[in-house]
């Protein structure tokens, strides 16, 4: 059973740093084809994708979002981080990480509400 | 970058109604890699079609998805009260893997 689960802080000061992990179960992101991809939804707006990271470790960001993110792995603990510098008000959000299967969302993680908040 | 347009913004209907979504790319999507996903508030989002046709494993088969190139549609055929939530495309054919805005399906 693929389960995913988002754990980091649920409040953060403008102009830090976040860290968020994704740990994982039922899968591995050694296995070919697999990948994990992060996702977020602004209260009252739309999802909006941020980033993947394929199981040969092959990344792709958000354009708009590529110079503050980073998605690095680590198959041994089987989990991966996002790491988003420079947070400001407007990313508060609920964040969520996905298995895909191809570029295919398809089991997502329960989401973790972060606060940017001074 | 594909851009994808959601219509309409709220969709008001009556349980035992039939809705249709749309969403338009602003490119044509290869291999009809569209995916619509249903989210509840306090929900995590739940794939329902994809690969523009596919009912994801234990979709109800009220949920039917059509379209080609750059134009795509989501039907659900008889809403039942569970199914008043907000629908997204998704494609990803293309890196960055866009979403569209949204449809809110709300009762009438």
């Known amino acids: 059973q693929i389960t995913l689960k988002e754990s980091g802080p649920t409040l953060v000061k403008p102009t830090q740093t976040l860290t968020l992990t994704c740990t994982l179960s039922?899968?591995?992101?050694?296995?070919?084809?697999?990948?994990v991809g992060w996702i977020r939804q602004p209260p009252g707006k739309a999802l909006e994708w941020l980033g993947l990271?394929?199981?040969?470790?092959?990344?792709h960001y958000s354009p708009s979002l590529k110079n503050r993110l980073t998605i690095t792995r680590d198959t041994s603990k089987n989990r991966v981080v996002l790491t988003m510098t420079n947070m400001d008000p407007v990313d508060t959000a609920t964040y969520y990480c996905?298995?895909?299967?191809?570029?295919?969302?398809?089991?997502w993680g329960q989401g973790t509400l972060v606060t940017v908040s001074s | 970058e594909i851009v994808l347009t959601q219509s309409p913004g709220t969709l008001s209907l009556s349980p035992g109604e039939r809705a249709t979504l749309s969403c338009r790319a602003s490119?044509?999507?290869?291999?009809?890699?569209l995916a619509w996903y249903q989210k509840k508030p306090g929900q995590a989002p739940r794939l329902l079609i994809y690969n523009t046709f596919n009912r994801a494993s234990g979709i109800p088969d009220r949920f039917g998805g059509s379209g080609s190139g750059t134009d795509f549609t989501l039907t659900i055929s008889r809403l039942e009260p569970e199914d008043f939530a907000v629908y997204y495309c998704?494609?990803?054919?293309?890196?960055?893997?866009?979403f569209g805005g949204g449809t809110k399906v709300e009762m009438k």
């Open positions: 996905g298995h895909t299967s191809g570029w295919l969302v398809d089991y």
């Open positions: 990271i394929y199981w040969d470790d092959v990344k």
């Open positions: 998704q494609q990803y054919a293309f890196a960055p893997l866009n």
């Open positions: 490119q044509t999507v290869v291999n009809s890699y």
């Open positions: 039922g899968f591995s992101l050694s296995e070919t084809a697999v990948g």
